[in-house]
């Protein structure tokens, strides 16, 4: 399972450029990096941190586990 810590924008170019399913998820292009934010009380959470290949193995783990959550709930 990801860690979450909470965001700091470590570049002012930071830029949303994907949601996923029901917003749970946002890929989040910073810098020259990406990181994977989630919606946390007032804030984000972020998770993933790196390299595009590293962060979006992260993204699709997520994104399986939130289908998945669907499919248990709908059964
Ligand atoms: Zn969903």
Known sequence: MPVWEPHVPRSPRSRVTEQ???AAYEWCSEGG????????????????????ARARQV???LLEQHAESHKRRTK
């Open 20 to 22: 996923s399913c029901c």
């Open 33 to 52: 990096q990406y990181v994977i934010l989630r919606p946390a009380g007032d804030g984000y959470e972020e998770t993933g941190r790196g390299i595009y």
């Open 59 to 61: 993204w699709n783990e």
